[in-house]
């Protein structure tokens, strides 16, 4: 299982274990030993009280002091035995004695250490392998504080570009050992990657799994692991990326808002998200003028695109995605925001009509207009309207042989008006006999139709036009 994992493993529990205590300092070496196929490892630290159980050390399945703490990293009591599978013979020095491993097996001496501990161990290891233990270590969160030494280098630590607070997942010992699953608050920490490293999740500054994702994520605490602590649940796992998305959301691009991880984070945990999180992500998909396709009203989808709204049409989102942004009020369908015009106010109600006696002289007059214009463009007689509603968004609408003339938008100067700007109205209006959509060829010919037919009966018939 070790050697599948990688040699950087045994470091990485060495590490983590030094790290667990009060440590300000650890110091790792890594050499090929002449002549041979090994490679010396040393890890020290300068704990104050070193291993309080030397017996801990080489015991497996004891239990772990650490199981009952999230802020602690290790829980199966199992990394220096990890470390030592590999070692074709090594040494622990501490505080209260040493341990030696070797050929002939182990014993233990009255050596100590004053400060710390000191483990040293010889490791099968091709070139490649010291190299990519190198790697591994710089990878490192260091916590601020300690200092970490490898080659007589120090690996300095990085500063988050997002700290946040969140309650997630973790694991702690019950009074019997056993670990298990609890939820608690606590700080997540967002780091950009460096040239060549892949987003991952890291536990308290240790590398569990690569994600691929845009950053790297530190948990503050124990992160759910199976025994090999190579990997988390994939519910855990988006559980972590909602929580990125929503500290980072000001700051992606496109490419992020369209990216795996994006995605899994609002598809199973969408409703962590803020409505300011998720209408960002629509934007960064769609743009920010952007509607629904709404079967319900075809000619409001072509009224958005007139006005330069980005159409979203059901393939382009997951049920789960439609679910979030319907929620969060990103995505509104095309009826919502571009209608078309329907004799009904924003509450759904008919429009109130201008009763006839409350006309002035000049909109009887254009109402006149408009009865005896239509049977000479449109070949049939209409009935029409004035109402006077402001919230109403539309200066007028036809529909079923109706025509209605909203004063509240049109307002008075326009009945007072010059005949070019009410005929203007009337073509645009009338040309709907023949098609409702806008942006139909048919519509467009009707209009210049109805408009031709207009310049005929203006050299014909000039008294139509006299209001």
Not at 267 to 272: A, E, I, N, W
Request: charged share 25%; hydrophobic share 40%; net charge neutral.
């Amino acid at each position: 299982m070790l050697e599948r994992k990688g040699k950087a493993f045994a470091i990485y529990e060495l590490i983590q274990n030094a790290l667990d205590e009060q440590t300000t300092r650890i110091d790792v070496t890594l050499e090929r030993i002449a002549g041979s196929k090994h490679a010396l490892l040393v890890v020290s630290d300068d704990a104050p009280e070193g291993f309080d159980d030397l017996s801990h050390a080489f015991t497996l399945f004891a239990r772990s002091k650490k199981g009952g703490e999230t802020s602690l990293r290790g829980r199966f009591n199992a990394g220096e035995k990890m470390t030592l599978a590999l070692c074709s013979k090594a040494e622990i020095r501490s505080t209260t004695g040493t341990v030696i491993f070797d050929e002939k097996g182990r014993r233990r001496t009255g050596a100590k250490t004053q400060r710390g501990s000191v483990f040293t161990g010889h490791i099968r290891m091709t070139a490649e392998e010291i190299s990519e233990c190198e790697v591994a270590v710089r990878r490192l969160l260091v916590p601020e504080g300690v200092c970490l030494v490898f080659n007589g280098q120090m690996i300095r630590s990085r500063r988050p570009i997002r700290t946040v607070e969140a309650s997630l997942p973790t694991e702690i010992a019950d009074a019997e050992g056993f670990l298990r699953r609890a939820t608690r608050l606590t700080t997540v920490e967002v780091y950009e990657p460096l040239d060549g490293e892949e987003g991952s999740i890291f536990e308290m500054g240790i590398p569990i799994t690569v994600t691929g994702d845009r950053y790297h994520v530190n948990v503050k605490q124990k992160v759910p692991l199976p025994m090999d602590r190579d990997s988390v649940p994939p519910a855990y796992l988006a559980k972590v990326r909602a929580v990125v998305l929503e500290a980072m959301a000001a700051d992606l691009a496109a490419d992020d808002a369209n990216s795996a991880w994006v995605k899994d984070a609002v598809q199973r945990h969408g409703g962590d998200l803020g409505e300011g999180t998720v209408d960002r992500l629509a934007a960064l998909r769609f743009g920010e003028k952007r509607v629904a396709f709404d079967p319900s009203d075809t000619e409001a989808n072509h009224i958005a695109v007139m006005q330069g709204y980005q159409l979203v049409y059901g393939s382009q989102l997951t049920r789960q995605e439609w679910d979030v942004m319907r929620k969060a009020g990103a995505i509104l369908p095309a009826g919502k925001v571009t209608p078309s015009p329907k004799p009904f106010s924003p509450d759904g109600e008919p429009l109130k009509m201008l009763e006839p006696s409350k006309w002035t002289e000049r909109m009887t007059a254009v109402v006149a207009y408009a009865r005896r214009l239509a049977p000479r463009l449109i070949g049939v007689e209409i009935d029409v309207v004035i109402t006077s509603t402001v919230a109403w968004p539309f200066a007028a609408a036809y529909g079923s042989r109706r025509l209605v003339l909203n004063l509240g938008r049109l307002g008075h100067r326009w009945f007072e008006g010059d005949l070019e700007a009410i005929n203007d109205l009337l073509l645009h209006e009338l040309a709907h006999e023949a098609c409702l959509d806008h942006l139909s060829s048919k519509y467009h010919e009707a209009l210049t139709r109805l408009g031709a037919r207009m310049t005929g009966l203006a050299l014909t018939d000039p008294a139509l036009f006299r209001l």
